[in-house]
Nanobody, 121 residues
């Protein structure tokens, strides 16, 4: 069983910052890619940022220059540092990881439960 637990969401004013964290636990042998997605009310879930095991990153155009994804491989944790937040960044943010886990070993795509980010004055 593999779990992803997000934290760090909350209410922030426009222009503010938040740091989201996501920790993976369970019978994990390897974590390949990790990513953050978000889903705003009435909209489809979208990719925000992605990071490979080697540290290569890519971002949605809407967050480039404002968000930074990073990971601590020793702690099986991924972070999303957000800044210059806008009301349109309001969404539930979900952590996603592609892992090798379990017995027998197999590759899995795992999702966290989500953390709400609300940007409002």
């Amino acid at each position: 069983q593999v779990q992803l637990v997000e934290s760090g969401g909350g209410l922030v004013q426009p222009g503010g910052s938040l740091r989201l964290s996501c920790a993976a636990s369970g019978s994990i042998f390897s974590i390949y890619a990790m990513a953050w997605y978000r889903q705003a009310p009435g909209k489809q879930r979208e990719l925000v940022a992605h990071i490979t095991s080697g540290g290569s990153t890519n971002y949605a155009d809407s967050v480039k220059g404002r968000f930074i994804i990073s990971r601590d491989n020793a702690k099986n944790t991924v972070f999303l540092q957000t800044r210059s937040l806008k009301p349109e960044d309001t969404a539930v943010y979900y952590c996603n990881a592609f892992v090798e886990a379990g017995s027998p070993r197999r590759n899995l795509a795992v999702w966290g439960q989500g953390t709400l980010v609300t940007v409002s004055s």
